[in-house]
């Protein structure tokens, strides 16, 4: 399969470094991207982690997180809206991570991580849940999805070329490898199996570009790159890791973390990212905790989908 190259382009706006940051808890992460057609915006749902809460136990400030949402016209500058209002809240402390959202025949469908508690630890349940909004501000709940076990996080949905749907998550249980499951309407899933198993890795994102589909995880070395042809068979890309190393612009000196691409109606793809710029000062919990959303425009070049985080980013991002 042949695939024209895209190269950077310095046509659109000119993103800041970083894109985006939260003004509350400075704890976004784990960002994705959906056009509002009635406000004719961007709108960005991200993890707000609770940088700011340095006094908490263990890695409960990733807890306790409601979903965080900034709206642009262009996709380059961000301002903070509030929060989703979520209508699922059963127990008494509640976290939200990592929403995957897609629209269909006019109804928004968010898939959405949802742990029952405040937690100083890992070692607790984890489900995937199905939410609906006309507005993608108030949302429904609709079920809770029966997935492979109760330490499931991480959705990301495509619709396949059938019609029907198809889910990429994390199974934590099994060494953090990526399942699947299918869906003929979003309401129903059926359980499938194993797909990514070579490294361990979570956050996959599903997308098509040039003619071929691409999944990207995040393995903690930077992002790993996956590529297939008829969505069933993934080829790792050889080469190294998207943002593995260290950036030059402002707050993206360490690696890149869970990401979102969005493909543009012009053609050209962007992966937002997030990073803890922080991570290495010693003797401040806060700068440690904090997280800013950066992004990049990608480009294909010799069979391989690769970004030049230190090049500047225009972002001309039609929906």
């Known amino acids: 399969m042949t695939c024209p190259a895209f190269a950077q382009s310095t046509t659109g706006t000119l993103a800041p470094k970083p894109v985006y940051r939260d003004p509350v808890f400075n704890g976004a992460a784990d960002p994705?991207?959906?056009w509002n057609r009635t406000k004719k915006q961007w709108f960005m749902f991200y993890t707000n982690r609770r940088a700011t809460d340095t006094t908490d136990f263990g890695v409960s400030w990733v807890h306790g997180t409601d979903i965080g949402i900034a709206t642009s016209a262009d996709g380059a500058g961000w301002k903070y809206l509030g929060t989703a209002k979520i209508n699922y809240k059963p127990d008494s402390g509640y976290t939200y991570w990592a929403p995957e959202i897609i629209e269909h025949k006019g109804l928004y469908h968010m898939y959405l991580?949802?742990?029952?508690?405040?937690?100083?630890?890992?070692?607790?349940?984890?489900?995937?849940?199905?939410l609906t909004s006309k507005n993608l501000t108030d949302w429904k709940f609709e079920s809770t999805l029966h997935l492979v076990n109760d330490k499931v996080i991480d959705p990301c949905v495509l619709q396949l070329p059938d019609?029907?749907?198809?889910?990429?998550?994390?199974?934590?249980?099994?060494?953090?490898?990526?399942?699947?499951?299918?869906?003929?309407?979003?309401?129903?899933?059926?359980?499938?199996?194993?797909?990514?198993?070579?490294?361990?890795?979570?956050?996959?994102?599903?997308?098509?570009?040039l003619n071929q589909y691409w999944m990207i995880t995040?393995?903690?070395?930077?992002?790993?790159?996956?590529?297939?042809?008829?969505?069933?068979?993934?080829?790792?890309?050889?080469g190294g890791n998207l943002l593995a190393g260290?950036?030059?612009?402002?707050?993206?000196?360490?690696?890149?973390?869970?990401?979102?691409?969005?493909?543009?109606?012009?053609?050209?793809?962007?992966?937002?990212?997030?990073?803890?710029?922080?991570?290495?000062?010693?003797?401040?919990?806060?700068?440690?905790?904090?997280?800013?959303?950066?992004?990049?425009?990608?480009?294909?070049?010799?069979?391989?989908?690769?970004c030049d985080r230190d090049t500047p980013t225009y972002v001309d991002l039609e929906p």
């Open 32 to 34: 994705t991207l959906i």
């Open 113 to 130: 991580t949802y742990v029952p508690g405040v937690f100083a630890d890992w070692h607790h349940p984890r489900n995937i849940i199905h």
């Open 163 to 209: 019609g029907t749907w198809r889910m990429w998550y994390n199974n934590e249980a099994d060494k953090k490898s990526i399942y699947y499951a299918d869906s003929p309407d979003l309401y129903h899933w059926t359980d499938g199996s194993k797909v990514i198993d070579d490294q361990r890795g979570e956050g996959p994102k599903t997308f098509k570009w």
């Open 218 to 238: 995040d393995v903690w070395e930077g992002l790993a790159v996956y590529s297939s042809a008829d969505l069933k068979t993934w080829t790792r890309q050889e």
């Open 246 to 306: 260290a950036g030059k612009g402002a707050d993206d000196g360490v690696k890149g973390g869970h990401c979102d691409v969005r493909i543009s109606a012009n053609g050209r793809a962007y992966l937002y990212y997030f990073v803890h710029p922080g991570i290495r000062i010693k003797g401040s919990r806060y700068q440690q905790q904090r997280s800013s959303i950066q992004v990049v425009e990608l480009k294909y070049e010799d069979g391989k989908i690769v």
